[in-house]
């Protein structure tokens, strides 16, 4: 059985930071495209950033770029989301996926895992 769960989440005041973590297990995913999405109340899920098998391609949403870094440890099945200077606008939960595909792809429905998803909330 496939599982990924995230944890890292947390409360924190604007301008701070917090790395997300994202452990799968049941099956081994090196060689496969994994990102980070993200979701609020009323809004649909929206990508933040993706990484491909290798690690050495990796794209942002316009949104976060500069401020936040995935990578991922294949020797560990995990993928991590490095969040800094984190502002209101970035509260959500958010989820690690992973995509069947070496292809770099940024639509959710390309993503056939998904974690349970982890609140992440900045105060002002």
């Known amino acids: 059985q496939v599982q990924l769960v995230e944890s890292g989440g947390g409360s924190v005041q604007a301008g701070g930071s917090l790395r997300l973590s994202c452990a799968a297990s049941?099956?081994?995913?090196?060689?496969?495209?994994m990102g980070w999405f993200r979701q609020t109340a009323g809004k649909e899920r929206e990508f933040v950033a993706v990484?491909?098998?290798?690690?050495?391609?990796?794209y942002y949403a316009d949104s976060v770029k500069g401020r936040f870094t995935i990578s991922r440890d294949n020797a560990k099945n995990t993928v991590y989301l490095q969040m800094n200077s984190l502002k209101p606008e970035d509260t959500a939960i958010y989820f690690c996926?992973?995509?069947?595909?070496?292809?770099?792809?940024?639509?959710?429905?390309?993503?056939?895992?998904w974690g349970q998803g982890t609140q992440v909330t900045v105060s002002s």
């Open positions: 049941g099956r081994t995913f090196s060689s496969y495209t």
């Open positions: 996926a992973v995509a069947p595909t070496s292809r770099v792809v940024v639509s959710s429905g390309e993503y056939d895992y």
């Open positions: 990484i491909s098998w290798s690690g050495v391609l990796r």
